[in-house]
């Protein structure tokens, strides 16, 4: 007997598709769309589609998608697959590496970071930092900072002297002309960070343990 | 071989061109040979501040476009026995008449005869600036307690540390002590850590200045002034003596006084 290229397995989540990594892609869409349009299910069910060990591009992506949903009895909650290319490997890696620079951000000047950033030295007025995840300023922040600036909402900027004139998270803007008396008497050591209702908001830096404890990156010990 | 220092600020208005001719003269009355150079193309006036505007002959554009040569258009200062000379700015054609790799050329020229070469920088960050700049081996950046000043300064620094020079050093000018010691302005210490860079000297504000440029005289020839000795002192330090830093207090309080404002408490 051939062997089966896609298997359908019932879960309590709906119908999970297990598709052959070995066959040719064509040989596998045309199975696909055999056994989609075989079943008859009544109302939608939610399927996950397990790619294997197979690598498949955008465009593919929705090949599959589109197969799936085309009978409109089922619908793609899910696409997993356990591959990825060199490159968006890369571009994880950036964005969970972070980096350190040495110097001053004077006005005018713009740092940016596709990961973390510790900046030792001072951030001046009018001096930007732009950073993918979270920021780190281990001297006077007195400018503008954006952290989580492709949208990540548990960024959050630490200072050792906080007095930035605008803070940036994800989508929130704050102007810090109208800044709240906690800050204002709390500049040393201070972060911000969007809280459940996302808006920004400061804390204690030492209490960063507490509303994020998820930034913790340290290996070993005891 | 000499050295090209440029005098910048960013902002307008600080006292570029008269820090300029003041330390140029100060660095001839300790016995340099010093040129000066114009780079303000279309609205000269460090020729003013020292007094040559009627000497000018050709400018710093004829030399650049050759219609003269060098030595033809510096103007020599005659108050300072053959030690100070002035290349002035042309003023019919604007700062995009010189490209920042001809006024290299140049200011290389003038580093072979001169031991200093102090260049006025004109306000901004454009053309100007980059033809400035493109010659000199340090920086002197200019800024008065102003916080526009300030902000200014830091973006100039900001260029600074860009380019291939020595870390700039900072000169604090029109300080008036009785803002500063009121905490009305930043004092020098706020100003030095906000803008971290090298401290080179302080100049008090005095209305002296103005009287003495506005008759094209510099006040470093006048010893006997605050401000004059500011200048006086930075000169020093560029030569590489250490000048304690001077005092900005107000007149020592005799002793009555004092008393009073013990009392007064």
Do not use: W
């Amino acid at each position: 007997m051939k062997k089966q290229l896609v298997h359908i397995k019932g879960t309590k989540e709906g119908l999970v598709l297990r598709l052959d990594d070995q066959c040719a892609y064509a040989e596998l869409v045309e199975e696909l769309e055999r056994k989609v349009s075989e079943g008859s299910i009544d109302g939608t069910v939610d399927v996950q589609l397990h790619l294997g060990n197979r690598y498949i591009s955008k465009d593919q992506q929705q090949q599959l998608v589109d197969i799936v949903q085309y009978t409109g009895s089922m619908h793609v909650a899910k696409m997993h697959s356990d591959v990825i290319t060199i490159e968006e490997s890369r571009e994880k890696l950036l964005t969970s590496q972070s980096e350190t620079f040495v110097g001053i951000v004077r006005s005018g000047q713009v740092l940016e970071s596709s990961g973390d950033i510790i900046v030792i030295g001072d951030v001046n007025p009018n001096g930007k930092i732009e950073a993918v995840g979270n920021i780190f300023v281990l001297g006077n922040l007195k400018g503008i900072v954006h952290a989580g600036i492709e949208g990540n909402r548990d960024a959050v900027i630490v200072a050792s002297h906080f007095e930035p004139t605008h803070v940036l998270i994800a989508d929130q803007i704050e102007v810090m002309s109208n800044e709240s008396p906690f800050v204002k008497n709390h500049v040393e050591q201070l972060f911000a960070y969007l809280n459940t209702d996302g808006i920004i908001s400061y804390e204690r830096l030492q209490e960063v343990r507490k509303i994020r404890p998820l930034l913790s990156t340290v290996k070993g010990g005891s | 071989m000499g050295e090209a220092i440029v005098i910048t600020s960013g902002k307008g208005g600080v006292g570029k061109t008269t820090t300029t001719a003041n330390l140029g003269t100060a660095l001839a009355l300790q016995g340099k040979k010093v040129c000066l150079v114009d780079t303000d193309i279309g609205l000269r006036n460090l020729d003013l501040v020292l007094g040559l505007d009627n000497r000018i002959i050709y400018d710093l554009v004829d030399v650049i476009e050759g219609r003269c040569k060098v030595h033809q258009a510096l103007v020599r200062d005659k108050r300072v026995e053959e030690k100070l000379f002035l290349l002035p700015a042309a003023q019919t054609t604007d700062k995009n008449a010189v490209t920042p790799e001809q006024m290299k050329s140049l200011i290389d020229e003038l580093k072979r005869e001169y031991d200093y070469v102090l260049i006025d920088c004109p306000a901004g960050i454009e053309q100007g600036y980059k033809n400035a700049v493109a010659g000199a081996d340090r920086a002197i950046v200019v800024t008065t307690p102003e916080i526009s000043a300030i902000r200014d300064a830091d973006r100039i620094i900001g260029l600074l540390e860009k380019e291939d020079i020595e870390p700039p050093k900072l000169i604090i000018n029109r300080i008036r002590k009785e803002l500063m010691n009121n905490d009305e302005t930043m004092d020098i210490n706020q100003i030095t850590l906000h803008l971290s860079i090298d401290l080179l000297g302080i100049i008090i504000d005095n209305e002296e200045v103005i009287t003495s440029s506005n008759k094209g005289e510099p006040i470093v020839m006048n010893p006997n002034n605050k401000a004059s000795l500011g200048y006086r002192n930075i000169a020093r330090r560029i030569l590489g003596e250490s000048v304690p830093l001077m005092t900005i207090e107000g007149e020592q309080k005799g002793m009555f006084k004092k008393l009073i404002s013990i009392f007064s408490k």
